[in-house]
């Protein structure tokens, strides 16, 4: 599934001057984004006896990581650019037990009223080449300042504690090799991938298993 709105209605707004806007209203968006999530797992685990989310985490990019990117898309390093065109200077990570977690998370994100899903790419329906499996999306949602409004984006990655593992790892070799590591070590990711998606499958259905037993008792 891959879903991009971004050309929709949803104005980013462009009159941001300076480096300290940037850091004040991402870090500001991830506060907004990190207590909504931190509610509905509290929620959840009031209704249904259970946390679907293990754990979060959430980053602002340092400058220099944005512009690198810009220049590897062939972009001048401005500040209306970063807004423009960098969608995960602010992002948020989730990391949750089964893969079923992942679609309940991301749809109850996606039912918040005050959020607009930009773009989806499930990457675990549709592995990279790599192997690499996540569920991303990128939202805007609106920081209120004292003078206006700001409709800022924010990169959710949703994915299992084995995918985490695996995307970790795979993260330190590619920095290690500068994104050239050998052929070896790239078919044996792969292979650890496939194993890392059927563990994943064979725990869910462990975990459906056990819920079963529990409901029918």
């Not at 329906?125 to 206006?148: E, F, Q, T």
């Not at 299992?160 to 970790?168: G, K, P, Q, R």
């Not at 500068?178 to 998606?197: D, F, Q, R, T, W």
Request: glycine share 2%; charged share 25%.
């Amino acid at each position: 599934m891959e879903l991009d709105l971004l050309g929709s209605n949803v104005k980013i707004s462009d009159d941001i001057k300076s480096w300290e806007e940037v850091n004040l209203l991402y870090n500001s968006a991830l506060k907004q984004i990190m207590t909504k999530i931190e509610i509905l797992n509290e929620e959840f685990q009031a209704v249904h006896r259970y946390n679907p989310i293990e754990h979060t985490k959430a980053r602002v990019k340092v400058p220099e990581s944005i512009v690198k990117k810009l220049k590897r898309n062939g972009y001048e390093s401005t500040i209306e650019n970063m807004v423009r065109y960098v969608n995960d200077i602010a992002g948020v990570r989730i990391i949750c037990s089964f893969t079923s977690d992942i679609y309940r998370i991301a749809e109850m994100i996606s039912n918040q009223k005050d959020i607009q899903v930009l773009t989806v790419k499930d990457y675990i329906m549709n592995p990279k080449a790599s192997g690499y499996r996540s569920y991303h999306m990128i939202v805007a949602l609106p920081v209120y300042l004292s003078d206006r409004i700001v409709n800022v984006k924010v990169e959710i990655q949703i994915r299992t504690v084995a995918m985490d593992f695996w995307a970790s790892l795979e993260h330190k070799i590619q920095y290690k090799f500068e994104g050239k590591a050998p052929v070896h070590i790239n078919s044996e990711l792969y292979e650890c991938a496939k194993m890392v998606a059927d563990l994943d499958a064979r725990m869910l259905s462990l975990n459906e298993e056990i819920q079963a037993i529990s409901l029918g008792k």
